[in-house]
Nanobody, 127 residues
């Protein structure tokens, strides 16, 4: 059974940093497409960072390029999202994701269709 457990969200001031973690079980992270999505109130869920299993090259949505970094630790089977220079518009529930077949699918540019989801962690950036 695939499980993704996200953590690390919280309240931070604009300009600050947070690191999100996603503990993965049921598969090995380097064998699967992995990513981070976020959903702000009243908005669609969007893919913001991902790593394709085919080439291992990370892809980012323009709004986070240069500020966010996705990485993985194969020994810990954990995926990270380092978020720097946070802005109030980064406020959202953040989800880690992998390719899979949960019945709920969202697309991340540069990687593809994601269908396995963690429970989400809330990031609030104050101005």
């Amino acid at each position: 059974e695939v499980q993704l457990q996200a953590s690390g969200g919280g309240l931070v001031q604009a300009g600050g940093s947070l690191r999100l973690s996603c503990a993965v079980s049921g598969f090995t992270v380097d064998d699967h497409m992995i990513g981070w999505f976020r959903q702000a109130p009243g908005k669609e869920r969007e893919g913001i960072a991902c790593i394709s299993s085919s080439d291992g090259i990370p892809a980012y949505v323009d709004s986070v390029k240069g500020r966010f970094t996705i990485s993985s630790d194969n020994a810990k089977n954990t995926v990270y999202l380092q978020m720097n220079s946070l802005k109030p518009e980064d406020t959202a529930v953040y989800y880690c994701a992998a390719d899979g077949d949960s019945g709920t699918y969202y697309y991340a540019s540069g990687c593809g269709l994601f269908g396995s989801w963690g429970q989400g962690t809330l990031v609030t950036v104050s101005s």
